[in-house]
């Protein structure tokens, strides 16, 4: 009888301490930030576990070190200092829905400008949760591409470069290389995607450029995670395609590149998407890698002038967020830079317009839909060649739709193709609307003004 | 015809890759009653320990031997700490204590050794070799004789040794066993020491392959199908069970898929071991349970 | 004519608290009516209502569902994500193509769809057992989760396969908001739970109970072992199935190919285990377990300690303690949190007792 007397006891005090420390840890979290009056929250959700976390791992250190780059040496957003924490997404939807919940009310007096997503399920899942809120989901190189139409979808930004446009840019650099648009007639381009949502986003606009220029296009999934990919690849030995475009993500990449070498296709004629396309991928796939090319909006490299600026102020001052400095400039690594950078300036011309303080949804939204990164820009930004010149709109939210073929030459990408490769987003743009259009029929949503 | 024999021997190749991770569940399975979940966990703590020793620039072997004592160390803990405690309960708590430790030895090898990919380069040239005009890969055919290697050592050791033939009699019959002198702790220690070390194994190879990352633990769920046609208690009936669904999988994912659309190696594997359980409920070679009222 | 007594299916079940005057229990019933369905919506924020209390509500639905399979029938299933993305789709191909039907109905025919898959799969429980049929619902759970990504019908022909909910709406009233949302999945998991007790003290769930316990036993003397471990299935997998598309719609608002998979199928799993299985409180005191630890784990972890810690280690190391929280359960506490509880509150009645 005493010893279950003892057992409930304990369970009492091990209840309350435990209720103790979650109500210290709430006060604690609140008490420490209860000064900084004027500073602009910025949460991220991030992954840093689980099987694409050497993904993200440098996405967010780029973030992170142009955010401490901003705070430490510009003294922050016209003197708003910038304030971030981290939330674990595990690149699982549920999670990010925990997360974006848990941050949207903002943190002691700033509310949150803009969410960034940081994975494809995830941001679908916030779509219209984005909306009720008034919070933009800025969703760079990734997303879902009818998004691009802003009178739609008024708070969802695929800004820069949509998976539509990666695959036209694809293969208008396969023209390139062919000697001309007219000569893709007659090829074989395979697309090995990874079959999921993320994966076939492409195949409508490649049915539609395969219709337009008379290229065969062929789609071969690969099951997740992609581990074995062995059938897939000697599929492709008996096609024989020209070209192979792989829109991998994680694992799968570095496992197709040594499949590929496996069975004999030549490495130099595969061009990775974006998440197949930095050298966090392909360096596990070792020795074989070399030649293999990828598409990317963010190149690869170390020594533009704000990586100059950050190796100066941050990484070599120990205040960079990388742990492996190897990562620094690399395609990711930049991915997280080009985010922040357009991060930062959407807030500073909401700022212009709004005046300076802590940005809100709306106010961000209006920034976004008035960003215009011109090459003038981008120059006193230190990013020329980094990041495209962006344009946004209500009709626009991609505002660029251009990426560079880069080249693994077994250390370090080298860029081979003429500058930027843009889309023909001129003729994709009016089946996007269309599907803009067929999504609004769904839902029941009224079409925005063309204006802001 | 020539693409269908490539498909096949890839497909069969591919399916001895399994069987190597197959045969640290029979070995668990035959000491312990139970499917080890965590078998999967403890191939890529395995390599990653192994990746982790080479990037510090230590000659193979010594990684190799320093990764071994700690993988049976592993095993020699959990066998204490989780199975014991378990030993009457039935099968799916015993599994969803092996599920628990995956979660477990999965979090504890990320925190030391961290998440990024590692490349694991074991000195083996993957140019195809041709015979006629098919295509083999040199990798898959290394990895194959490797399995044979293993297989045969497991023999010997299992019908030779002294340890075998007692495993072999606690299998049989354990009270009698038991009553002979036979000491089962130790026993099924050494048991899961070596099914560490068939770990080890099956952690270079599959590491070698696509790299020594997180996915590699999902190697476990294609092990489930092989053991259900092979037999959870035979290590040949893991090596043929491997080649069936290699092979199954690697035809269907051409042939099947071009019916249906592709991907069907994600459930291909498990219905045949379906059918199989149907027909043949103890798989090829195991062994049929009685059932008692 | 019953064969077995209820009397001695008491035995087998869980120990429960001593049997109180009905009039209390009504009161009690009465109250916690009031403040699940009127309190918490007033005084809960966006956050809990949307990110924790709607969640939990369904996963303790799913808990129940394969808690009916597992925990009275005895049949072990990993099909569960599988049975759920059933109920998903189905839901949303009847809010698609029938509109004219009111939101309840189609809930309950996604579910019926659901529960047909469930029997189908179920025929082959009539051949296997144990862990073997654990291996066989695996075979269900990839196969229905690839003919959903595969065959673009499902989710409508959008480009990516993944749907996203038509407007949520009962007798015109919009239950888009999140206490639309919470209001809706409690109301659903409290009838579900209504008939589901009923069902199991009634002849099917003894029945089901005597399966469990000793089917080879129980078809020697005449119970239907067939007819009940199909009907087991069919009446999991339709609650399953409600549960899927209530996280389909009331939770996440999209289906993502994530959401149904394996992984989704051992969380139930260990709801149920975590809870005890054979119990029906035993599935919300799991699913608040799962639900909440982590969000508990990390507020009280990065709370104090705050950047000290990088977050990837944190994510790992609350990875390897819920690994060993459950391997510690499964060795100290079998029965689950509920059989806890219940010796909890035996003792807090003997001490009360004159």
């Not at chain 2, 640290?24 to 080890?36: E, I, T, W």
């Amino acid at each position: 009888m005493s010893l279950q007397r003892t057992f409930f006891h304990m369970q009492n005090l091990r209840r309350a301490v435990a209720a103790a420390t979650v109500g210290l840890s709430f006060a604690a979290s609140v008490a420490a930030f209860a000064d900084d009056a004027k500073t602009q929250y910025f949460p991220l959700a991030t992954f840093r576990v689980g099987a694409y976390a050497s993904s993200g791992i440098p996405v967010w250190a780029g973030e992170i070190d142009y955010f401490r780059y901003i705070n430490e040496v510009e003294g922050g957003i016209n003197g708003i200092k910038l304030v971030w924490d981290e939330c674990e997404t595990n690149w699982e939807v549920e999670k990010g829905v925990e997360c974006y919940e848990r941050v949207k009310g903002g943190k002691n007096g700033s509310p949150v400008p803009i969410f960034l997503p940081h994975g494809d399920p995830i941001s679908k899942a916030l779509t219209e949760k984005s909306v009720a809120d008034k919070i933009p989901l800025v969703t760079i190189a990734y997303g879902r591409t009818e998004a691009i139409d802003g009178r739609v979808f008024p708070y969802s930004f695929p800004t820069v470069f949509s998976f539509w446009s990666e695959a036209s840019s694809a293969i208008n650099f396969i023209a390139a290389k062919a000697g001309g648009k007219d000569k893709l007639k007659g090829l074989k381009i395979a697309t090995v995607y990874h079959d999921s949502p993320y994966g076939k986003e492409t195949q409508v606009p490649l049915a539609f450029l395969a219709k337009t220029y008379g290229f065969e296009d062929i789609q071969i999934p690969v099951p997740h995670p992609g581990n074995d990919q062995s059938a897939q690849w000697a599929k492709i030995r008996q096609l024989k395609p020209d070209w192979v475009f792989l829109r991998g993500w994680g694992v799968m990449t570095p496992v197709a590149i040594k499949t590929a070498a496996k069975v004999g296709f030549p490495v130099d004629h595969i061009i990775g998407g974006i998440w197949s396309g930095s050298e966090e991928d392909v360096r596990p796939a070792g020795a074989v890698a070399k030649g293999y090319l990828a598409i990317t909006p963010f190149p690869a490299g170390s020594n533009f002038e704000i990586h100059q600026k950050l190796k100066k102020y941050i990484l070599d001052k120990g205040l960079s967020d990388l742990k492996d400095p190897k990562s620094f400039g690399s395609v990711y690594y930049n991915s997280g830079v080009d985010e922040a950078i357009i991060a930062v300036e959407a807030i500073r011309t909401a700022q212009a317009h709004f005046g300076v303080h802590p940005i809100n949804g709306e106010e961000a939204q209006w920034g976004l839909e008035h960003l215009d990164l011109s090459e003038k820009r981008l120059a006193e930004l230190g990013a020329t060649g980094l990041e495209q010149p962006l344009k946004l709109s209500v009709q626009d939210h991609e505002g660029g739709g251009a990426g560079k073929v880069l080249q693994w030459d077994g250390e370090k990408w080298n860029v081979v193709s003429d500058g930027w490769v843009k889309s023909d987003r001129d003729l994709l743009l009016p089946l996007i609307y269309e599907r803009a259009a067929a999504y609004a029929k769904e839902k029941g949503i009224v079409l925005r003004d063309a204006t802001n | 015809m020539n693409f269908f024999v490539e498909t096949l021997v890839g497909g069969l190749l591919a399916g001895v890759m399994y069987s190597l991770v197959a045969i640290g569940f029979v070995l668990v399975f035959k000491a312990s009653g139970v499917f080890n979940f965590a078998q999967g966990s403890m191939v890529l703590c395995a390599a990653l320990t192994f990746v982790t020793l080479r990037e510090k620039n230590i000659d193979f072997w010594l990684a190799a031997l320093i990764t071994l004592a700690i993988m049976v160390a592993i095993a020699i803990a959990v066998e204490r700490v989780v199975l014991r405690p378990l030993v009457n309960q039935p099968q799916i708590t015993l599994f969803m204590a092996t599920l628990g430790l995956s979660f477990v030895i999965e979090g504890l090898s990320q925190i030391a050794m961290g998440a990024s990919v590692h490349e694991l380069d074991l000195g083996i040239v993957d140019t195809p070799i041709k015979f006629g005009d098919i295509q083999v890969s040199q990798f898959d055919l290394v990895a194959a004789a490797t399995a044979g290697v293993l297989v045969v050592a497991l023999s010997i050791f299992f019908s030779k040794t002294r340890v075998g033939i007692s495993l072999r009699a606690i299998a049989d019959d354990p009270q009698a066993a038991l009553s002979i002198g036979i000491r089962l702790q130790t026993l099924w220690q050494i048991v899961w020491g070596v099914a560490g070390f068939v770990s080890l194994v099956a952690g270079l190879l599959w590491g070698a392959r696509q790299g020594v990352q997180f996915a590699l633990t999902l190697v476990v769920l294609k092990a489930l199908p092989v053991l259900i046609i092979g037999g959870f208690t035979s290590i040949t009936g893991a090596i043929v069970g491997g080649l069936i669904v290699g092979a199954g999988d690697s035809l269907a994912e051409i042939y099947l898929g071009g019916l249906l659309g592709g991907s069907v190696s994600t459930w291909f594997a498990y219905a045949l071991a379906v059918i199989f359980l149907l027909i043949r409920p103890a798989g090829l070679f195991g062994e049929a349970a009685i059932e008692r009222i | 004519m019953t064969l077995i007594s209820s009397a001695e299916v008491a035995d087998f079940a869980p120990a429960r608290a001593p049997v109180r005057p009905r009039s209390r229990v009504w009161i009690g019933f009465a109250v916690a009516a009031l403040v699940v369905f009127v309190g918490v919506p007033l005084l809960a924020n966006d956050y809990w209502l949307n990110a924790i209390l709607v969640p939990f509500l369904i996963l303790s639905l799913a808990g129940l569902g394969l808690n009916l399979l597992m925990g009275y029938a005895g049949q072990a299933s990993l099909g569960t994500g599988g049975f759920m993305s059933v109920g998903a789709y189905a839901t949303y191909n009847l809010l698609l193509r029938l509109p004219q039907l009111p939101l309840p109905v189609s809930l309950l025919l996604g579910g019926v769809i659901a529960g047909l898959v469930g029997m189908a799969a179920g025929l082959l429980s009539l051949r296997i057992k144990g862990f073997y049929l654990v291996a066989s619902t695996l075979a269900t759970q990839f196969f229905l989760e690839w003919l959903f990504n595969q065959f673009g019908w499902f989710s409508n022909y959008s480009t990516s396969s993944s749907i996203s909910a038509p407007r949520l709406a009962i007798l015109g009233h919009d239950l888009s908001g999140p206490v639309g949302r919470y209001l809706l999945t409690l109301s659903a998991v409290t009838i579900v739970t209504a008939v589901a007790i009923r069902l199991v003290h009634s002849q099917t769930g003894r029945t089901w109970m005597a399966i469990r316990d000793m089917d080879t036993a129980a078809s020697v003397i005449g119970i239907p072992v067939a007819s009940g471990k199909l009907k087991a299935f069919f009446v999991s997998s339709l609650v399953i199935g409600i549960a899927g598309a209530l996280w389909a719609f009331a939770y996440l608002g999209t289906v993502d190919a994530r959401s149904f998979n394996l992984d989704r199928s051992f969380e139930v799993m260990f709801i149920i285990i975590l809870g005890g299985m054979g119990s029906i409180v035993g599935n919300y005191l799991g699913a608040a377990f799962m639900v909440l630890l982590p969000i508990l784990l990390d507020h009280v972890i990065s709370g104090p300690l705050g950047g000290a810690i990088d977050a990837g280690q944190l994510e790992n190391f609350q990875k390897a303690l819920f690994g060993g929280l459950i391997i510690w359960f499964l060795i100290k506490e079998p029965n689950g949190l509920a059989a806890l509880l219940s010796r909890c509150r035996q003792w807090l009645a003997r001490r009360t007792a004159p």
